[in-house]
């Protein structure tokens, strides 16, 4: 196995060859870049030049389909991985020549350099990350070419050897002794049965003398004994049908040494592996069955079976190779070709990318090209349904716990290999060699759900007490009972070792559960340096088989293998854990071999429990229901599930959704080629050959695509494969609400189970469709009611701790109230949580990522609001809204940004309840909206005063994609606060206008204050807002005047013309009392330009003015009138109070802000300032202005009359 570690890394074989023919193969595990083939002593290369760009070096390239000798020229054809090159060489005709999968690409070179000195070595360059396997012809060729020879050379003296003895086993077999006649008897060799015969018995031990040894060389194992093995399954029919094998297998247990057994076992199952994994896909996947019976078959026989799962599976093997099925990546290789004829693909998306409006009528021709389409993929789904049903079986045969002669059960030792497995991948995320490929994780989820529903179900028949699968859960006490290894996986509190310090008089008082405070002190970060040694050599005097288990370099406890555990699986199995009252005294022994007690170690009673030892289910909590729930080993493999969900098969999920991406693409690019065809004038010949090129193109991609989509939707998004990830979706709800009932004990419960419930049902949303629709899945609507519960409830649950998964939590709750069937989940949810919810959303926004919780709230209100009824901004409709490239999540919601607004009218209500009843609420949130509202905006001008200069300099600098995507969102955030803010005033306008309320005319004043600043930001003729839009620079696609002028005009409109007459008033004289109000702002929302500016702006005819007119598409008639009205109530106010204000003298003015006359006086200090100054300066501090004492009191004051 060759892994590049470099750039572009080179190395070469250890042996070469000067003269005749010769042949090696490599195994492409990775498609990547990559130069195979032969090189010399004298060449040298490094990160940039590798095999092939040097004289004397030679390559084929199949991933740029290219052949390499200082120059390159077009060769071959590409590879996928699973491939297999074959590179030839003739030294004595001078030639190099390559082979894919067996079939010849042709002579690459000729004329190579020959003579003396001159001697080829194998040799590869590879990019980093890309991985090969070479045979030399240490195992048979799998495709050999006849007059080449291996660099290695086979064993011939053995294999005569081998197929000999094979031989006279088959006679022994197939010929019985009549001992009453006293002859030899012919005998159907597939019920043949070792009874004891001495004669047979001796005749075996003497061919397995000399057999033994044979069997423990590789090359043996897979030429005689696999085939031998395989030619015994060909007969067909099922496998319990072929009894043989079993009796072949106690065979070898009982005439060979038990290593000779351990290797030939261990080479059969890698021979076995390498055979499923890298045999070619044909139409009925014939070969992979073929190898997956013979895989059945071995481990059907117990002893085998146990002895694999211990030492080879998962430790050597990573098996979880045998339950993947590879998508092909040449389609017509596949056969599928001869087993879809006809291909199909939907002509659903307009040519913006988004899905049509219209439902077209589908012609007959394309109905009768789509029923033959989906019978080509029933045929496909069929045929690899036989495959999965096969690794099933595998899984089930693993899973046994009946198996208990001669030690452990299958399932006991299953179960820790698999917690080692999943400890590996989750500690090692960035390790490519080590993790399992997310495309294996995938098909080993499904496999798992399927034996694990088949056990589960199989023990509710029995036990009818217990639950079924369909109400499977994992209860709480597993999260904290240190039964269950969880390595170094975030806590919804934060870390292990801080939670079972805080929370430990909780788990005595609730789960009966106590920590010895000793061991509380040793389990410290001091306490994982301990000594090494003395753990290790313990842990073997107590079982001597772990240094075979796991190899010699590895024995060592499984904790040792990474620190993780000094905080995690030490938490209560090595504490002295115990219950409080103890049914039986725990021994000074049995408290070292819980203190020392690893993954590996672990025993059946230790996980099912005995005696009134409940195993797994330690420390019920008291909300936890006393019932059983089904075998606890099963518990174990549901957790370990929902733990592979979440480590890479969401994200896989996600990313195999692109090939149906690309097919719409590609049908958009056929559809709009077909048009231009059909429009393209007869004179011009060129254009049209061309557009047909294109239309031929576009077919043949479209073709192979529409295949491959087939194979992807039965592998990946079948029926099944939803109804699998929609139970662990309920799966992960329900343990969710188990865990919540436990109180200050949730806090256990690992990060994963809420991520993986927001990821799963994101999938079945966004991946599933429109192939499989959700709705259709039974109890889809409670299911989605539960889901929302849990999102209201905890996106500030005081007792989740991790910014990640709160973020989350948030995202997933703002994503679900942008689509109407889900916020109607969030209305059916209990009226106690949505008002509990409503409350948490309306806290203040300092401290806390207020962004999110902002846009939940303008997504309630939007189709309410002002000009607020468009799914998309006037200016950008042209443009696409998807991103594929963010998470899953985020691109959930910039998804769901785009959606049809649905407001929420009960949430709304619960809001505005919640701002009247509740008098600190309303000032603390409002206040917080404001000081954010003026943040956003003065970031927004200053970074588009920025942009202007740097677009004004003669260099031409180009601005930094980062800035303008910052300065966007200062804008998005302006315009949505406004938005809550417009909400607010609509919703409960007397917390602004009843001055009763004694922070009421500070608010007002605050908002009139930052409305004018924006409006003349905005609305100044000629200003730095209007150079930037109309700029148009790639990432300021969303400012422009239309979102931000329509959310202040809501405002104003609600403030002065929607209310009472003494709330109008009232607002209107603050309005105009602001220094910075300026009529003009108000007359441009019209198009009211000032004369003096049409004046200056005569020459420039062209330019349109902003006016909220023109758009009659978004803004109502009613709507405009309301504009109209309030414009000429403010005209004529203006006037008014231009004719009745006095000139204030200096002395007069708040020497603070000099807008305001002096109208507060301070106690006890005697200070003086305007009240809106004083009252603002109050809510953050209570020392005067001046001189700093603190004040007491606020009182008004007037000039006393002038004598």
Request: a neutral charge.
């Amino acid at each position: 196995m060759v892994i590049g570690h470099s750039n572009f890394g080179s190395i070469r074989a250890t042996t070469c060859v000067y003269k005749g023919k010769w042949i090696y193969e490599v195994l492409i595990s990775s498609q990547g870049l990559m130069q195979i083939g032969w090189c010399t002593l004298n060449c040298r290369f490094n990160q940039e030049e590798g095999v092939g760009d040097t004289p004397d070096s030679y390559a084929y390239d199949g991933n740029r389909v290219r052949k390499w000798n200082v120059t390159t020229t077009n060769y071959g054809k590409s590879w996928a991985a699973g491939d297999i090159v074959s590179c030839l060489i003739d030294l004595d005709e001078g030639t190099i020549a390559f082979c894919l999968n067996g079939i010849s690409l042709g002579t690459a070179f000729d004329n190579i350099t020959r003579g003396a000195g001159m001697a080829y070595f194998p040799a590869i360059s590879l990019s980093f990350k890309e991985s090969v396997a070479f045979n030399f012809g240490s195992r048979p060729l799998r495709y050999p070419v006849e007059g080449y020879r291996p660099l290695q050379d086979p064993p011939v003296a053995d294999l005569v050897k081998a197929r000999k003895l094979l031989g006279y086993l088959k006679n022994v077999i197939h010929i019985g002794i009549d001992v009453t006649e006293g002859k030899l008897v012919e005998k159907d060799t597939s019920m043949w049965q070792l009874q004891g015969e001495p004669t047979v018995l001796i005749t075996l031990a003497h061919i397995f003398n000399y057999f033994s040894p044979l069997m423990c060389k590789v090359y043996l194992v897979e030429d005689v004994l696999m085939t031998f093995l395989l030619s015994i399954l060909e007969r067909g029919g099922a496998v319990e049908a072929h009894p043989l094998i079993q009796q072949l297998l106690d065979l070898m247990w009982l005439l060979m040494e038990e290593y000779e057994v351990h290797e030939c076992l261990k080479q059969l199952l890698m021979s076995l592996l390498r055979a499923y994994r890298f045999s070619p896909i044909i139409p009925d996947l014939g070969l992979q069955i073929h190898y997956l019976r013979l895989t059945i078959a071995v481990l059907k026989h117990e002893k085998s079976r146990k002895y694999l799962l211990s030492n080879v599976l998962f430790d050597v093997l990573r098996s979880v190779v045998f339950f993947y099925i590879k998508s092909p990546l040449r389609v017509e290789e596949a056969g599928l070709q001869e087993l879809i004829p006809t291909t199909w693909w939907p002509n659903r998306f307009t040519k913006e990318g988004k899905e049509s409006k219209e439902v077209k009528e589908e012609s007959a021709e394309e109905r009768l090209r789509r029923r033959a389409y989906e019978r080509g993929c029933q045929r496909l789904k069929k045929r690899i349904e036989v495959v999965e049903g096969l690794q099933v079986q595998i899984l089930k045969l693993l899973l046994n716990n009946k198996d208990r002669g001669g030690g452990e059960a299958s399932r006991y030792i299953f179960l820790n290999k698999f917690r080692k497995f999943l400890q590996e991948n989750a500690s090692n995320r960035g390790n490519l060699t080590v993790l399992c490929p997310p495309e294996y994780m995938v098909c080993f989820l499904h496999r798992l759900i399927a034996a694990l529903r088949f056990f589960w179900d199989g023990h509710k028949a029995k036990t009818p007490a217990a639950l079924s699968s369909e109400e499977a859960y994992v209860p709480p006490q597993l999260f904290y009972n240190g039964k269950v290894d969880y390595f170094d996986l975030q806590r919804l509190g934060g870390l292990l070792s801080h939670l079972k310090k805080t929370l430990k008089d909780d788990l005595a008082a609730k789960a009966n559960v106590l920590i010895d405070p000793a061991e509380l002190q040793a389990v410290t970060m001091d306490d994982l340096d301990e000594d090494e040694e003395s753990a290790t050599s313990a842990s073997q005097s107590q079982r001597p088989s772990a240094a075979l288990a796991i190899g010699g370099a590895l024995a060592r406890p499984g904790w040792l293998s990474s620190p993780t555990l000094g905080r995690a699986n030490r938490f209560l199995s090595t504490a002295a854990v115990s219950l409080m009252n103890p049914r039986r005294p725990l021994g000074t022994l049995e408290k070292i071999k819980v203190r020392t007690l690893s993954v590996e170690q672990r025993t059946e009673e230790d996980i099912e429990g005995s005696h009134g030892n409940e195993g797994l289910l330690l420390g019920r909590p008291p909300e936890e229901p006393d019932q059983p729930i089904t075998e606890n080993s099963l518990l174990e493999v549901l957790d370990g599930i929902v733990m592979m969900y979440n480590l890479s098969v969401h994200q896989q999920l996600g990313k195999m959704v692109g090939v149906s991406d690309d097919v719409n693409e590609y049908a958009m690019a056929l559809k709009d080629t077909e048009e231009k065809i059909s429009r393209c004038p007869k004179r011009r010949r060129d254009i049209h050959e061309e557009l047909l090129k294109s239309q031929k193109v576009f077919s043949e991609k479209l073709n192979h695509l529409s295949r491959r989509l087939a194979w992807i939707n039965v592998t990946i998004y079948s029926k099944e494969k939803m109804q699998d990830v929609y139970w662990l979706l309920r799966v992960c709800i329900r343990t969710i609400e188990h865990g919540d009932r436990t109180g200050s004990l949730f806090a256990f419960m690992p990060e994963f189970y809420l991520s993986v419930a927001m990821n799963s049902y994101s999938a079945l949303k966004n991946y599933f469709s429109p192939v499989n629709s959700m709705e259709e899945l039974p109890g889809y609507e409670e299911t989605l009611m539960r889901l929302a519960a849990i999102l209201a409830k905890h996106f500030a649950d005081s007792r989740i701790v991790g910014t990640d998964i709160r973020d989350s939590l948030m995202q997933a709750l703002a994503s679900y109230v942008c689509y109407p069937h889900s916020l109607r989940a969030v209305e059916r949810i209990p009226e106690e949580q949505r008002i509990s919810m409503m409350k948490n959303l309306l806290a203040p926004y300092e401290q806390r990522p207020w962004a999110q919780t902002n846009w939940i709230l303008v997504r309630l209100w939007r189709g309410c609001g002002f000009g607020y009824r468009y799914t998309r901004l006037p200016h950008l409709l042209k443009t696409k809204p998807e991103d594929a490239s963010l998470p899953s999540l985020q691109r959930d919601l910039s998804v769901a940004s785009f959606q049809k607004p649905c407001p929420s009218t009960l949430l709304q209500q619960h809001m505005a309840d919640l701002l009247r009843s509740d008098r600190d609420l309303a000032p603390s949130f409002l206040n917080s909206v404001l000081n954010q509202l003026n943040w956003a905006f003065s970031e927004f001008i200053g970074m588009i005063q920025e942009i202007q200069q740097a677009a004004e300099r003669l260099e031409r600098n180009f601005v930094d994609s980062r800035q303008l995507k910052v300065c966007a969102t200062c804008f998005d955030l302006s315009v949505s606060l406004l938005r809550v803010l417009e909400m607010t005033v609509t919703l409960a306008p007397e917390i602004f206008l009843d001055w009763n309320r004694p922070s009421s005319e500070l608010l007002l004043r605050r908002l009139a204050q930052l409305l004018n600043q924006v409006l003349n930001r905005v609305t100044a003729e000629r200003n730095l807002f209007d150079r930037v839009v109309n700029l148009r620079l790639p990432g300021l696609e969303s400012v422009d005047h239309y979102p931000i002028l329509v959310a202040v005009t809501g405002i104003l409109v609600r403030l002065l013309v929607d209310t009472d007459v003494q709330g109008a008033e009232r607002a209107t004289a603050v309005l105009l009392a602001d220094p910075c109000f300026q009529l003009r702002s108000i007359q441009y929302l019209l198009g009211h330009a000032e004369p003096s500016a049409l004046a200056a702006a005569a020459p420039a005819t062209d330019k349109r003015h902003f006016s909220l007119h023109t758009y009659t598409e978004y803004i109502s008639a009613e709507e405009l009138v309301k504009v109209d009205k309030m414009l000429s109530h403010l005209s004529e106010e203006s006037k008014q109070a231009a004719a009745t204000t006095l000139p204030t003298s200096e002395e007069d003015l708040c020497p603070i802000c000099y807008a305001h006359p002096i109208s507060a006086i301070f106690r006890p200090c005697s200070h003086k300032s305007c009240k809106a100054c004083i009252n603002q300066h109050l809510m953050n501090n209570k020392d005067c202005f001046f001189c700093k004492a603190t004040i007491t009191g606020v009182d008004d004051f007037t000039k006393p009359a002038s004598s």
